[in-house]
């Protein structure tokens, strides 16, 4: 299929939002700068555009030996900077709430208590793991899983996230070969995973149900185009459900194994 | 000095059709013998030879740049594509960035001022004519190690080469590592001719021709050499480190030895934002030339043209970190950055007001250079507004790694820099070469290019804001992209069809073109003064300065002497040849 005429104009002028508070902040900075940037592009390619039409080339016309006009010059260097001003005001007042998780709704699952991870003012956050490593990406769920994640036996997941709705998700980022960036668009910015630092970022999902598509931001590899990242928004008690279920499915998994490694081991065939 | 008026008296036989276009000629200068042998370009020191060894050879790899990008475009025409392998995306994708950062845009910048320099300045070579020679022959070699590699392993980290992916372990083929050889060459390439354009401009300047009468091409290839020689040596150290780091068992981007992946960003881009400005200020110098030439006027504001070229400069030296803002860096510094990236919003919005307010009131001469000029303003403006949202921080987080940021470079750096260098082309050709362009055929190029750029690169902001991130070899349907890379891909084939009709021109022309005379469009500058193609020696008498437009106040003191007046601003002939 090589045209797709329902999702042929999507975010033509406007970045994607709508998932969480941060993403939607963000489109509204972006659109503050874009009507902006609308006024300043009409403008200064119109002028363009006029005196090249305007002023060409005919036998009556003597060209005016302007040299400069200084207060023209210091007016449109101020404007210029005017404009650049009003931009760094907004984006200094927007800036809070893109980066401070807000509060959790007042059904939501959750608790966590880490120093070094942004929280919400209430304490209240879901803190889930995000590991990138060639071409994969890891998330594993709860509270201590940047350490001890084995001992604690905490559920893990791939590609797919799962989340509570209406919940601070605080992610913990980081890598294990080289560097590859967190991005689900409609959810937020992207966060670099660097091998040797842990990055942080959030959101708050509101739409049960939905499921947000991103994937690697960088250069990783020959599989690059195929790390894909999904967040699966569940209920509070669905994601309950979920957790029990695939730290069951894990279980199971390990018991598996086990019993294949001891008749292996038994056979002499490990 | 001589006053003859023109026709110039040409040695070789002429069709009827091809006159010389009428002129006044204020110098005539003895013509050497004309060596056709090619021992004679290898030997060569001439600052013009190994200026023109220099276009034609950025050309070549401007060309095979050129189609690496068909092919990623191709690969990109729709989804699940099979043409290339991730393998192969990646390979091109490094070598398409690297080819046309190091091997074109910034020599070819080399190649217009190794031509130019001493003649608009008024001097009989480059001041280390020799050393100019060097940096030609290290740039070649520079390109033949590189290029190598496609016989063998290509490079497949990017022309930014972030490791862990460029170490040892997760590339330890050896087009890493020719990869960091080619950066050490065409590195002391430029640096040399830095160097050398930096002694050139201070030291060799025609009688009068005081800070304030420098030509602002000459202006700008200044600023140009100092960039350089700040930019060079940082990255030359970073690749040096990389190399060690590979092979000799260092640790300094290793984190699991305490290295880190961040310090080579931070080397890396405090390089290679300069580099930006090393590719586009030049371009600047050469839309302040012909912009007033056409327009028949003086340029307007040339201190602020001059200074804002310098506070640029200047700026550029402190915005690296806006390339790395998804980067573990904390808030503060990405508002430091966010902020001395707006600020050089303001010296380049300068730049473009004051070429707006010459044409305004000009009595505007519309030749293919001044298509290239106004196409280039017209381009530039776009890039220049997106890298406003870019340095927006948190719409960075956005809009970072995706085909905005694609878009928003190749608006600065293809409809920018490569416009730029096509409007000097077709200014500069007939001083050069001695003949005339076809002005018909320039013009076509210019509005196929034109719409083929627009074409490929305006879908690509959207294709960006529907969230596809660069870099990627292939992409599912379903996502909203595949029409917008379709119109891309398209567009980049009308492109490419418009650069070759600009290369049919230049090749053409050098037999058929119309004989050009010294002074085709009434230039400004001293390299008009002189006849085309200049002789060894470029003058035999050189004029005192008396202001920035020393061809101007010649042509007038010759018109007075002879009694003989030309139209000014009428249509002149070669607008419509």
């Known amino acids: 299929m090589l045209v797709e005429p329902s999702a042929a104009l999507a975010n033509f002028f406007t970045p994607k939002s709508g998932g969480s508070p941060n993403a939607n902040e963000i489109d509204s900075l972006y659109k503050i700068v874009l009507y902006m940037a609308a006024v300043v592009f009409v403008f200064v390619e119109g002028a363009l555009l006029y005196s090249v039409i305007r002023f060409r080339a005919k036998k009556s016309r003597v060209a005016a030996q302007i040299h400069g006009n200084t207060p023209l010059e210091i007016g449109w260097t101020v404007a210029a900077a005017l404009i650049l001003v009003v931009i760094t005001v907004v984006t200094f007042v927007k800036l809070p709430s893109i980066i401070n998780p807000p509060n959790s709704g007042a059904n939501a699952t959750f608790l966590s208590a880490s120093v070094n991870e942004p929280t919400p003012p209430n304490g209240k956050k879901l803190t889930i793991c995000v590991q990138g490593r060639q071409f994969i990406w890891r998330y594993v769920y709860g509270n201590g899983c940047l350490n001890g994640a084995f001992a604690a036996k905490l559920p893990y997941s791939y590609t797919e996230m799962y989340v509570p709705a209406r919940t601070t998700v605080i992610l913990d980022i980081q890598s294990s070969d080289v560097i590859h960036s967190w991005w689900v668009p409609s959810l937020g910015g992207k966060v670099d995973a660097v091998p040797g630092y842990t990055t942080y970022t959030w959101f708050k999902a509101d739409k049960v149900g939905a499921l947000y598509h991103g994937q690697c931001a960088q250069l990783c590899g020959r599989q690059h185009a195929f790390m894909i990242a999904q967040v699966k928004v569940l209920s509070p008690s669905g994601y309950q459900q979920w957790l029990s279920s695939q730290s069951q499915a894990i279980n199971r998994a390990n018991q598996q194994v086990s019993q294949l490694r001891s008749i292996l081991s038994a056979s002499g065939n490990l | 000095m001589s006053a003859i008026t023109a026709p110039e008296a040409e040695s070789r036989p002429v069709e009827t059709e091809l006159r010389p276009v009428p002129q006044v000629l204020a110098h005539e200068v003895a013509r050497p013998r004309q060596s056709k042998r090619w021992i004679d370009w290898v030997m060569t020191t001439d600052h013009k030879k190994i200026g023109i060894m220099y276009l034609v050879l950025t050309f070549v790899f401007f060309i095979l740049g050129g189609v690496e990008a068909l092919l990623m475009r191709l690969q990109l025409s729709q989804p699940n594509n099979t043409l290339l392998t991730g393998e192969r995306y990646n390979e091109l994708l490094t070598l398409h960035g690297t080819t046309m950062i190091f091997l074109f845009v910034v020599p070819v910048m080399a190649g217009f001022g190794n031509y130019f320099v001493p003649l608009m300045i008024g001097a009989r070579d480059m001041a280390f004519p020799r050393l100019n020679a060097l940096s030609f022959w290290l740039l070649l070699t520079g390109g033949i190690v590189f290029y190598s590699t496609l016989f063998f392993n290509p490079p497949e980290a990017g022309w930014w080469s972030y490791p862990p992916l460029s170490s040892i372990q997760f590339s330890p083929s050896g087009g890493q590592d020719a ?359 470029n003058f035999d008498v050189i004029p005192r300065v008396r202001s920035v437009e020393p061809m101007r106040d010649i042509r007038r003191q010759v018109e007075r002497a002879t009694g003989v007046t030309q139209k000014t601003g009428g249509s002149e002939r070669f607008s419509r040849v």
């Open chain 2, 179 to 537: 990869w960091i050889f080619l950066i050490h060459l065409t590195g002391i390439s430029s640096l040399l001719g830095a160097i050398n354009f930096y002694a050139t401009i201070v030291n060799m300047r025609a009688p009068g021709m005081s800070w304030g009468r420098i030509p602002l091409f000459i202006w700008a290839i200044l600023v140009y050499a100092i960039l350089l020689i700040i930019a060079l040596p940082v990255v030359g150290a970073a690749v040096t480190m990389l190399l060690t780091d590979r092979h000799f068992g260092t640790h300094f981007f290793d984190p699991t030895a305490h290295g880190s992946p961040v310090l080579w960003q931070h080397l890396f881009w405090f390089f290679g934002h300069p580099e930006v400005y090393i590719m586009i200020l030049p371009g600047f110098g050469i839309i302040s030339e012909v912009i007033p030439v056409f327009s028949r006027k003086p340029v307007f504001g040339y201190k602020a043209i001059a200074a804002s070229t310098a506070v640029i400069a200047f700026l550029a030296t402190l915005v690296w970190a806006h390339h790395m803002f998804a980067s573990p860096i904390p808030i503060v510094v990405l508002g430091f950055f966010m902020l001395s990236s707006f600020l050089i919003g303001i010296p380049t919005g300068v730049k473009i007001f004051n070429w707006i307010a010459t044409l305004w009131r000009g009595s505007i001469v519309l030749t293919s250079s001044l298509y290239f000029a106004v196409g280039f303003i017209a381009i530039f403006v776009v890039g220049g507004i997106t890298g406003i949202f870019l340095a927006v921080f948190p719409v960075d987080w956005q809009l970072n790694d995706t085909y905005f940021v694609v878009a928003h470079f190749h608006y600065v750096l293809m409809g920018g820099a490569v416009f730029s260098i096509f409007s000097g082309l077709y200014y500069w050709y007939p001083k050069i070469t001695g003949r005339l362009m076809s002005e018909s055929l320039g013009k076509a190029s210019f509005w196929v290019m034109f719409i083929g750029f627009n074409m490929t690169f305006f879908v690509q902001h959207a294709l960006g804001l529907s969230g596809m991130p660069r870099r990627i070899y292939t992409y599912q349907p379903g996502e909203g992209w595949t029409t917008y890379n379709l119109i891309s891909t398209i567009g980049a084939f009308i492109l490419a069809v418009g650069i070759g009709m600009t290369i049919i021109n230049l090749v053409g022309s050098l037999k058929r073109g119309r004989i050009a005379g010294p002074d085709p469009w009434k230039g400004n500058t001293l390299e008009w003064f002189t006849s085309s193609p200049p002789p060894e020696n």
